[in-house]
T-cell receptor
Framework: KQEVTQIPAALSVPEGENLVLNCSFTDSAIYNLQWFRQDPGKGLTSLLLIQSSQREQTSGRLNASLDKSSGRSTLYIAASQPGDSATYLC???????????FGAGTRLAVHP | NAGVTQTPKFQVLKTGQSMTLQCAQDMNHNSMYWYRQDPGMGLRLIYYSASEGTTDKGEVPNGYNVSRLNKREFSLRLESAAPSQTSVYFCASLDRGLTEKLFFGSGTQLSVL
């Protein structure tokens, strides 16, 4: 059974720092991996999706890397801003319709 | 585009009451999902529907039923609510075969007293 761990559980940083959020998963036979953002009281928004054949994906100040063999993905946030404050969740997908498993998330606070 | 629309946004029930959470998507996606989110536990899959006319149990289906009414709509029913079902419920649809991304509704916060 796929298990997903996200470290750290919470992070509080001053504006401008470069950040690293970690996601590890136990079953490396994945189809793809998504990173989501969740604002308080809101649903999840997909930020980046990395296919199993890819090493990384970039969108603006966000870069996600994937090391499938070691069961790890990392989300880099460059030059963090207060608007980045949210919970970030990763979800590896093992291919079946019921095989998209979520981590508990990293709660990020960026203060001015 | 409305995306995924869930109703209601908030609901308070007494133990034993029943209710149906509604979900509709306008993106022509085949697959739809119901998740619950509890503090510190991430999202857990309750039921999913791979395509119109099919539904299957997820990780935590006990106490719930679903109906895939048509391609757009996927509802979740609590027949006899229990305090353990206090949670935030999310509906999602999957753009399978194209972007492979999962699109979420804004959630229903349910309290069972």
């Amino acid at each position: 059974k796929q298990e997903v761990t996200q470290i750290p559980a919470a992070l509080s940083v001053p504006e401008g720092e470069n950040l690293v959020l970690n996601c590890s998963f136990t079953d490396s036979a994945i189809y793809n991996l998504q990173w989501f953002r969740q604002d308080p009281g809101k649903g999840l928004t997909s930020l980046l999706l990395i296919q199993s054949s890819q090493r990384e994906q970039t969108s603006g100040r966000l870069n996600a890397s994937l090391d499938k063999s070691s069961g790890r993905s990392t989300l880099y946030i460059a030059a963090s801003q207060p608007g980045d404050s949210a919970t970030y969740l990763c979800a590896p997908h093992s291919g079946g319709y019921n095989k998209l498993i979520f981590g508990a998330g990293t709660r990020l606070a960026v203060h001015p | 585009n409305a995306g995924v629309t869930q109703t209601p946004k908030f609901q308070v029930l007494k133990t034993g009451q029943s209710m149906t959470l509604q979900c509709a998507q306008d993106m022509n996606h085949n697959s739809m999902y119901w998740y619950r989110q509890d503090p510190g536990m991430g999202l857990r899959l309750i039921y999913y529907s791979a395509s119109e006319g099919t539904t299957d149990k997820g990780e935590v289906p006990n106490g719930y039923n679903v109906s895939r009414l048509n391609k757009r709509e996927f509802s979740l029913r609590l027949e006899s609510a229990a305090p353990s079902q206090t949670s935030v419920y999310f509906c999602a649809s999957l753009d399978r075969g194209l972007t492979e991304k999962l699109f979420f509704g804004s959630g229903t916060q349910l309290s069972v007293l």
